[in-house]
């Protein structure tokens, strides 16, 4: 009932020794609270909070356009109903060095277990898009240093992400993950990876635990976990997917609506209001109070 019983310390401590036992894992994409409530009950090992997705919502476009405030409030909505760590995208951290240091305490403030900052200038764009900037290495380093030393909770996973692959290919790439690795990045994010290859040579290069983004139609091909776990990936993330699938689903229903002028055709798609209940757990809101919040259902 009501919100997750772990503390945030605790998801902090728990996502830092699994990440720390080199296992992979899967941390997809919730688009709210509510599916990252489905995302933990079919067992996955994390939630990621994805800028994409948070600006989408919005109706806006992934170019630096949300603010922290936003943000931190959403991750603070899906990290509090979910006893999984979550993974926050900052983005390039929301301004200069000193306001990566308050996005780090906003985001860990709002219960994270992990952020997320990149080396792409303002204003950002998909890392799977053409023409991105990344700022210099120096600049980059600044960035990571700030969220490191801001962090008030050393379990906090600060995690730098890196654009340079596409714009300045693998091997420069690659010496800038170490030299933010140098800077005290816990793990690092190589994005826009095009191959297997790619990821097996992050992997022999850097010591701490990487992550692939399997977002859909961008750079890199779909791999699977098992794919993934081969050459030595630490988290994956599928970010959009659950949003693009649900879009995708309501289409379909809103077409049938035009079409069919009903939905009862698209029951068996539609999640049951039983199976709502479940993952909000109605029963135990009614075990509270069963004065007010009793209530049976068939399915
Ligand atoms: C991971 C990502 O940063 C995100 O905001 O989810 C995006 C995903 C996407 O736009 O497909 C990205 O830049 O890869
Ligand atoms: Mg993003």
Not at 228 to 246: C, E, F, H, K, Y
Request: overall charge negative.
């Amino acid at each position: 009932m009501l919100y997750a019983e772990s503390t945030a310390a605790v998801k902090r401590a728990g996502f830092r020794e699994r990440l720390s036992s080199g296992e992979l894992l899967r941390f997809p994409g919730a688009f709210n609270p509510l599916s990252a409530r489905l995302i933990q009950q079919r067992g996955f090992d994390g939630v990621y909070v994805s800028g994409a997705v948070v600006a989408a919502d919005l109706g806006l476009p992934d170019i630096g356009l949300t603010t922290l405030s936003e943000v931190a409030g959403r991750a603070r909505q899906i990290a509090r109903m979910t006893e999984l760590p979550v993974l926050v995208d900052a983005d390039t951290g929301f301004g200069e060095p000193m306001n990566v240091a308050r996005s780090v305490q906003e985001l860990e403030d709002a219960g994270v277990a992990g952020v997320h900052i990149e080396d792409q200038v303002n204003p950002k764009r998909c890392g799977h898009l053409d023409g991105k900037e990344v700022v210099d290495e120096q600049t980059a380093i600044n960035r990571i240093r700030a969220a490191v030393q801001a962090r008030r909770d050393a379990n906090l996973l600060i995690m730098a992400r890196t654009d340079s692959r596409a714009v300045a290919g693998l091997p420069a790439a690659i010496d800038r993950m170490k030299a933010l690795v140098d800077a005290g990045a816990d793990a690092i994010f190589p994005e826009a990876l095009t191959s297997l290859a790619e990821f097996e040579a992050v992997r022999a290069a850097l010591d701490v635990p990487i992550l692939a983004n399997m977002t859909e139609f961008g750079k890199s091909e779909l791999f699977t976990v098992d794919q993934l776990r081969d050459v030595g990936v630490n988290i994956v993330i599928w970010p959009v997917s659950l949003l693009r699938l649900a879009m995708g689903a309501a289409l379909a229903g809103l077409e049938e609506l035009e079409t069919a002028g009903s939905l009862a055709g698209l029951l068996p798609r539609m999640q049951h209001r039983a199976d709502l209940y479940d993952l909000i757990d109605y029963a135990g809101y009614n075990a509270f109070d069963s004065g007010v919040f009793n209530f049976t259902l068939e399915k």
